[in-house]
């Protein structure tokens, strides 16, 4: 078999999706993309595909990995590893079709019957992120995240401590203690301010703070662990084996969380497990992507011994709604029961792309990136 052809999508509301075309006439998807960044990884990708991985075998996916990481003199980052995400993702697909295997039977079996599953609520206002708190839990599901704040000065007054506090004391009230929250800093609170935050938070019981530093400021983190019972999660921003590294030496982390589009496709992601593993620290893979994405993720969270929850970044209770319909012939793939989804069981990803649909809707224009946030006066902020 021989990689013949591919093409790129950029389709609302800020996805990237990548066909891969062979010769015996199976095709593989994948989605590469850094939000804000479609067209940078779009042409990370030409490069690739065009400079190496078209004419040959799909199925030698180690051997392209490497490929595609170590045959460049500068490696890493975000936008590359983005790019080979994507190829990984349809690389693999390609090989669970040809076998007509799911992919996590190719890694090596499943070690869980269902996935357990949280979405994101938001965070700025009470009013609406108790409703939406109370639709996730009326749905049945488990565990929800919620942002801790908008931008934050490097310190602030105890009433910007108290505002967050609040926040997750409302959302604790309306859904009980049998639901587990995730406070996700988002990197926008400073270590300084940090140690303040987390410990009005204590009082919750926290499943875990996502992100509570930078990654730029990761060598902190477990000072910050010393000081709190709370578990403390990273790694969205974190694109590699080698970027995680230093975080398991040092200790301080409880949970990561690689994005399966963003840390090198479901090989890295399958290693990065591992490495997890080794390390007594659970995974909670970061997905707030499309349906190729999520379905990459979860053929990963559905073999990988030590995963705790899986992000998702669409509606799909009681039933698909949400923009990943309109991409999918059979959107009820995503089958949603009590806090949980169920393993995509069909060849490779599980998924059947509506090649017509996706088409239709890469004609529009697009053109997202995130908002800049500036402080009151007028210094840029965290987003």
């Known amino acids: 078999m021989q990689i013949t052809d591919y093409e790129l999508f950029e389709v609302p509301p ?22 804000g960044r479609a067209q940078t ?28 990481y170590r045959g460049c003199f500068y490696r890493g980052g975000p936008v590359l590893m983005s790019a080979i995400a994507g190829i990984d993702q349809a690389l693999w697909d390609i ?26 609520i938001g965070g700025d206002r009470i009013s609406e992120i108790g409703t939406e708190a109370k639709q996730l839990s009326d749905a049945g599901y488990t565990a929800l995240k919620m942002d801790a704040s908008n931008q934050m000065r490097h310190l602030e007054p ?16 309306v859904i009980g203690d049998q639901m587990d929250i995730v406070v996700d800093f988002r990197g926008r609170i400073s270590k300084s301010l940090a140690k303040r935050v987390i410990a009005s938070l204590e009082e919750f019981d926290p499943l875990f703070v996502e992100e509570p530093l930078l990654p730029e400021n990761l060598e902190y983190l477990p000072d910050l662990e010393s000081r709190t019972n709370v578990p403390l999660a990273t790694g969205e921003r974190l694109y590699s084996r080698w970027d995680f590294k230093p975080l398991f030496q040092r200790g301080g982390v409880d949970v990561i969380q690689p994005d399966v589009s963003h840390a090198g496709g479901i090989s890295e992601l ?23 994405a999520l379905a990459a993720s979860l053929q990963v969270s559905t073999y990988i011994p030590n995963l705790l929850v899986q992000d998702h ?3 799909i209770y009681p039933a698909p709604k949400s923009a990943a319909n ?42 997202w990136s995130n908002p800049i946030w500036r402080h009151e006066d007028g210094s840029i902020a965290e987003w």
């Open 158 to 173: 105890p009433g910007a401590v108290d505002e967050i506090t609040e926040r997750v004391a409302h959302v604790r009230d």
């Open 95 to 120: 090989k669970g079709k040809s076998f007509d295997v799911p992919i996590y039977t190719l890694l090596g079996g499943q070690t869980r019957e269902r996935i357990r599953v949280y979405q994101w």
């Open 41 to 68: 990884v779009r042409t990370a990708v030409e490069e690739v595909m065009n400079g190496y991985l078209v004419g040959k075998d799909p199925h030698n996916i180690e051997d392209h990995w490497q490929a595609m």
């Open 14 to 35: 800020r996805w990237l999706f990548l066909k891969i075309e062979t010769d015996a006439g199976i095709a593989g998807w994948g989605e590469p993309i850094v939000e």
């Open 270 to 292: 399958v290693r990065l497990a591992a490495m997890a593993e080794a390390h007594d620290v659970a995974v909670a893979p970061n997905c707030p992507l499309g349906p190729i």
């Open 326 to 367: 309109h991409y999918l012939h059979d959107s009820s793939v995503f089958e949603f029961v009590d806090g949980y989804l169920t393993p995509l069981n069909g060849p490779g990803l599980g998924l059947e792309i509506d090649e017509s649909a996706v088409r239709e809707r890469s004609r529009q224009d697009l053109d």
């Open 313 to 315: 970044g669409f509606d």
